[in-house]
């Protein structure tokens, strides 16, 4: 079975105006939700605490607050479903830093009378430690960025490395808007799904700049943007097929998984689609942009043949005794 | 769960027992000083007869990290910055170890506790069975476990209940109150007589009406420090406090020498036995906060893991399905090595017993579509260059040989991210990074070394039966 016909290249650079359009309308608006909507922290990172109760019925919501008002613990506490309506969650931004008291038996003596319930999962947050993580995380995010720009330019060139950084900000950007767009809480497994696209993307871009590089050495056509478009064409069905495999399993704990992996598969989701988009739409064209130039690299690959071949002749004429 | 340590706290308790042992000294030298006292930067006191400041200058110059200034009578201690950090320092590597011979002592097999940042101790309760035990576990943790003798201000206890907290500091007082009875106030010397740092032993015992009590024992130097207070205060009360709450104050009838002395209170003999494992273990330098918690209920843990696990496995299966179709043989052998992988990766976290998390599954979910690429990317130029018309063996040498580099480079952006994680995320983070790097690894052995070799080991029979269709899925 074959999905793409190999005979064709398809004219990527000819879209590349338009992608570049769409991409910019993309990015400004995920900039533009950041600033109004903002990003919806969820306790990992802004501190708090989250009581999830099952309930054998449907939750008797109304009476749930009722009950929580009488106990200052609960003060400005919101009560919301949680996948089904007999699972839901109480919200407090508060947290007890108190070693010995136990937030889930508090619940469970509050919400006495209110009917037939479980507690399944209590997590807190303290302030200080939100914050930590916060921080640590896009110290992590910024950090992993810059090495792999290093790696890049190293095997690469460095136009190569800034246009796939670009790709990678491209495609956290959207993903952190769509967030910023449905308000989903953004927890720690969040930050796991971004790191996953950013791998992700960064990946596929790896692979068809890979290709590039090998036409660039290997072919005498200077034309950049031909050389592009072939290289994308023969990875497409890889980029497809890789970029589909995925989306499968994605979809499945989307679907699947149930409401607590929820904003992680939708994350995945969101990151998966931009990524591979721009992989082929953007990370190239960019380099296009950067200025990268097929006779300066030849020349550059030339110097450094000429090089080796310098040192290679050295080491003989030091080996047979000359030198 | 995550706990701070309070770490100012310590340093205030050191600026008072600085004071404790000035006090000692004055009273064994006959020194008459006044108006001592412990604040949260430093102890004040004013020598009575100024001749004596030379001697006491002389004492304090013992003293490690305080540094000492006069303003004519009155003197000011402070701590060196280094003797502060080191306090503080020594708060939390004193509360790692001592939560960690409670929990030692409560009967847990393997308790984690482990230091995180400056001030943060990681304690995980595995082996906890009940609630109840769980709720004892924590009290026993966050149990500053403070004991102190205290003598009481018997001139002015008789005024206590008139008395605010301000006046009774005026007097170097404390109000304090009874740990049965709220009520019942005492007014006792703020500097205690000792500590339980003293302490050498502490086991339950029975009183003579058969109510659990502690029985404690003090080290030499208690011991003395016991006998000359009590020598000294015949008739009057001393009050035995834990934790900032009045025990019990006893007459003291005679001198007590043996250094021996018990805590009685209304507690069962549970409460009692975690108490004794708290007194032993040493007090805590400094309180401790919790920071973070989490808790998921048997139920949820196993329903969600399950559905998600469910989720994960028939997209796994749809993945193998799918490229058994598309690739045929190929598919096949690109999927001996998934299942591979995958079986390398769960076998690696068990081994370091990791458990699976949402970034866990994250992990493998990047980690299974890496190596279904590194398939891909093989697959694809084999494809590519059998089209081009070369013989097998030189479209699977080649086909290797030109994959490797992109799977390389692939591979290695996301281990370096995935080690960049590792040394700055905490917790999930980290555990994402082992699980990715466990993976990429493994991807790389099966889809490189694996797979080239089962073609290897196929090549002689692909060449023969020259069915492309069947081998790799194409025409020709």
């Known amino acids: 079975?074959?999905?793409?016909?190999?005979?064709?290249?398809?004219?990527?650079?000819?879209?590349?105006?338009?992608?570049?359009?769409?991409?910019?309308?993309?990015?400004?608006?995920?900039?533009?939700?950041?600033?109004?909507?903002?990003?919806?922290?969820?306790?990992?990172?802004?501190?708090?605490?989250?009581?999830?109760?099952?309930?054998?019925?449907?939750?008797?919501?109304?009476?749930?607050?009722?009950?929580?008002?009488?106990?200052?613990?609960?003060?400005?506490?919101?009560?919301?479903?949680?996948?089904?309506?007999?699972?839901?969650?109480?919200?407090?931004?508060?947290?007890?830093?108190?070693?010995?008291?136990?937030v889930g038996d508090v619940t469970h003596a509050t919400l006495a009378g209110t009917g037939e319930f479980e507690i399944r999962r209590v997590d807190i947050v303290g302030p200080k430690v939100g914050g930590e993580l916060r921080e640590q995380g896009l110290t992590s995010l910024i950090l992993a960025v810059i090495g792999i720009l290093i790696y890049v330019a190293f095997r690469f060139e460095w136009r190569f490395a800034v246009a796939s950084v670009f790709a990678l900000v491209h495609d956290v950007s959207i993903a952190l808007g769509a967030l910023a767009l449905v308000q989903i809480d953004v927890n720690l497994d969040v930050l796991a799904a971004l790191l996953t696209i950013l791998g992700y993307s960064l990946n596929d871009t790896i692979i068809i700049f890979d290709r590039i590089r090998e036409g660039v050495v290997d072919s005498k056509n200077t034309e950049l943007g031909e050389m592009i478009d072939d290289s994308v064409t023969k990875t497409l069905s890889r980029t497809t097929l890789t970029s589909l495999t995925t989306l499968f399993v994605v979809f499945t704990l989307f679907m699947f998984g149930g409401e607590i992996i929820h904003p992680f598969a939708f994350t995945l989701l969101v990151g998966i689609v931009v990524g591979t988009y721009s992989s082929i739409f953007i990370a190239a064209p960019t380099l296009v942009w950067f200025g990268f130039d097929v006779k300066n690299y030849h020349a550059k690959l030339a110097e450094k043949a000429r090089r080796e071949a310098e040192k290679a002749k050295m080491r003989a004429q030091y080996e047979s005794g000359i030198m | 769960m995550l706990l701070g340590v309070k770490t100012d706290e310590a340093v205030i308790s050191r600026m008072k027992s600085i004071a404790a042992s000035i006090k000692h000294y004055t009273q064994k030298k006959d020194i008459l000083i006044d108006e001592l006292a412990a604040h949260e930067e430093n102890v004040t006191f004013t020598v009575l007869d100024s001749d004596e400041i030379a001697g006491i200058k002389n004492y304090l110059a013992e003293m490690s990290g305080v540094v000492v200034s006069v303003e004519g009578e009155r003197l000011i201690l402070t701590l060196t910055p280094e003797e502060v950090q080191r306090t503080k320092e020594l708060s939390v590597a004193q509360a790692i170890e001592t939560i960690r011979n409670r929990l030692?002592?409560?009967?847990?097999?393997?308790?984690?506790?482990?230091?995180?940042?400056?001030?943060?101790?990681?304690?995980?309760?595995?082996?906890?069975?009940t609630l109840e035990e769980e709720q004892r576990a924590r009290e026993l943790i966050s149990r500053a476990a403070k004991l102190e003798l205290m003598a009481v201000d018997e001139e002015r206890n008789a005024r206590v209940h008139a008395m605010t907290h301000a006046d009774a500091a005026s007097y170097?007082?404390?109000?304090?109150?009874?740990?049965?009875?709220?009520?019942?106030?005492?007014?006792?010397?703020?500097?205690?007589?000792?500590?339980?740092?003293?302490?050498?032993?502490?086991?339950?015992?029975?009183?003579?009406?058969?109510?659990?009590?502690?029985?404690?024992?003090l080290n030499a130097e208690g011991a003395e420090l016991f006998g000359d207070f009590t020598g000294r205060n015949v008739g009057k009360r001393?009050?035995?406090?834990?934790?900032?709450?009045?025990?019990?104050?006893?007459?003291?009838?005679?001198?007590?020498?043996?250094?021996?002395?018990?805590?009685?209170?209304?507690?069962?003999?549970?409460?009692?036995?975690?108490?004794?494992?708290?007194?032993?273990?040493?007090?805590?330098?400094?309180?401790?906060?919790?920071?973070?918690?989490?808790?998921?209920?048997?139920?949820?843990?196993?329903?969600?893991?399950?559905?998600?696990?469910?989720?994960?496995?028939?997209?796994?299966?749809?993945?193998?399905?799918?490229?058994?179709?598309?690739?045929?043989?190929?598919?096949?052998?690109?999927?001996?090595?998934?299942?591979?992988?995958l079986l390398i990766i769960l076998a690696v976290m068990s081994l370091f017993g990791a458990t699976l998390t949402l970034?866990?599954?994250?992990?493998?979910?990047?980690?299974?579509?890496?190596?279904?690429?590194?398939?891909?990317?093989?697959?694809?130029?084999?494809?590519?260059?059998?089209?081009?018309?070369?013989?097998?063996h030189k479209a699977i040498e080649d086909g290797y040989a030109n994959a490797m580099r992109a799977i390389l480079d692939a591979n290695i952006t996301t281990l370096i991210a995935a080690v960049v994680l590792y040394v700055y995320g905490t917790g999930a983070i980290k555990g994402f990074a082992v699980t990715i790097s466990i993976g990429i690894l493994a991807s790389m052995l099966t889809a490189i070394l694996g797979t080239h070799g089962i073609y290897q080991m196929l090549e002689s029979k692909i060449a023969k039966s020259k069915n492309k269709k069947f081998w790799f899925g194409i025409k020709g």
């Not at chain 1, 004219?11 to 991409?23: E, I, Q």
């Not at chain 2, 847990?108 to 595995?126: D, M």
């Not at chain 2, 969600?304 to 469910?310: F, N, P, R």
């Not at chain 2, 994960?312 to 052998?333: D, H, N, P, S, T």
């Open chain 2, 172 to 217: 170097g007082d404390v109000i304090l109150s009874d740990a049965n009875n709220p009520q019942l106030l005492y007014l006792v010397k703020e500097i205690p007589i000792l500590d339980g740092g003293m302490l050498t032993d502490a086991q339950v015992g029975f009183d003579q009406n058969n109510r659990p009590v502690i029985n404690f024992s």
């Open chain 2, 359 to 392: 970034p866990g599954m994250a992990g493998i979910v990047l980690t299974v579509g890496m190596a279904v690429d590194a398939n891909v990317i093989i697959s694809e130029r084999i494809r590519e260059l059998l089209r081009e018309g070369v013989s097998i």
């Open chain 2, 104 to 129: 030692d002592q409560f009967g847990l097999s393997e308790p984690v506790v482990a230091r995180q940042g400056e001030e943060k101790i990681l304690v995980q309760l595995a082996g906890i069975k």
């Open chain 2, 238 to 341: 001393l009050a035995i406090v834990l934790d900032g709450k009045v025990y019990s104050a006893p007459n003291i009838n005679e001198r007590i020498g043996g250094g021996s002395g018990q805590i009685s209170g209304n507690y069962s003999v549970l409460e009692a036995k975690d108490l004794a494992i708290a007194l032993r273990s040493g007090a805590l330098l400094a309180p401790i906060e919790l920071l973070e918690k989490r808790s998921v209920g048997p139920s949820l843990g196993a329903d969600s893991i399950q559905a998600s696990m469910v989720a994960l496995i028939g997209g796994f299966v749809a993945v193998i399905l799918f490229m058994m179709v598309y690739y045929k043989m190929a598919g096949v052998i690109a999927n001996i090595a998934l299942i591979a992988n």
């Open chain 1, 1 to 102: 079975m074959e999905f793409f016909r190999y005979t064709k290249t398809y004219r990527f650079m000819g879209k590349s105006k338009f992608a570049m359009v769409l991409s910019v309308v993309m990015v400004l608006g995920s900039f533009v939700l950041l600033a109004t909507k903002g990003l919806n922290y969820g306790i990992d990172f802004a501190g708090g605490t989250i009581v999830q109760v099952k309930y054998a019925g449907e939750a008797p919501i109304d009476a749930m607050r009722e009950k929580l008002k009488s106990n200052p613990l609960f003060e400005g506490s919101s009560i919301s479903e949680f996948g089904s309506s007999d699972e839901v969650v109480i919200r407090m931004k508060t947290t007890t830093s108190d070693v010995v008291v136990d």
